[in-house]
């Protein structure tokens, strides 16, 4: 069975890294990398974006083992007015960095929130939610 423990012990292999190498990368010791190579435990989610960060893959690929969900990190280049555009959509980057676009233009720290923010839990999501909306009205509340 293809799991995140399997797939990260792939990508650990394919890096030729011990776990305690691997373990040294994303703050655990090589017995936990273990454990989560065997299934015995599940990362957390800070673990999984510090593996997928490292590898250069999507924590959905980690998760989920499809690599078309998200886009990888280093795929991204961003552009002065920090908007971006990837390998795949060169030929859509005026469009991006187009005022009318910005809503669907991203850098790359927006990238990195997002593939966190969906590995998140419901229940994370909707205080990160509810933060966000309260520090968006206060800074709206202090603009007037």
């Given at each position: ?113 997002i593939q966190a923010y969906r590995i998140l839990s ?15 009205t206060d800074i709206v509340a202090k603009s007037y």
């Amino acid at each position: 069975m293809d799991s995140i423990g399997s797939r990260i012990k792939n990508l650990r292999k394919e890096y030729k890294l011990t776990q305690q190498e691997l373990g040294d990368i994303v703050g655990l010791h090589g017995t936990n990398i273990g454990r989560i190579e065997n299934g015995s435990v599940l990362p957390d989610a800070g673990v999984i974006f510090k593996i997928s960060t490292h590898f250069n893959v999507s924590c959905d690929f980690l998760i989920s083992g499809k690599e078309e969900l998200s886009i990888p990190i280093n795929n991204i280049e961003e552009y002065p007015d920090g908007t971006c555009a990837t390998d795949d959509d060169t030929d859509e980057t005026e469009k991006l960095a187009s005022p009318n676009n910005i809503l669907n233009a991203t850098n790359k720290k927006e990238e990195l929130l997002i593939q966190a923010y969906r590995i998140l839990s419901e229940h994370d999501k909707n205080e990160l939610y509810n933060f966000l909306l309260r520090k968006v009205t206060d800074i709206v509340a202090k603009s007037y």
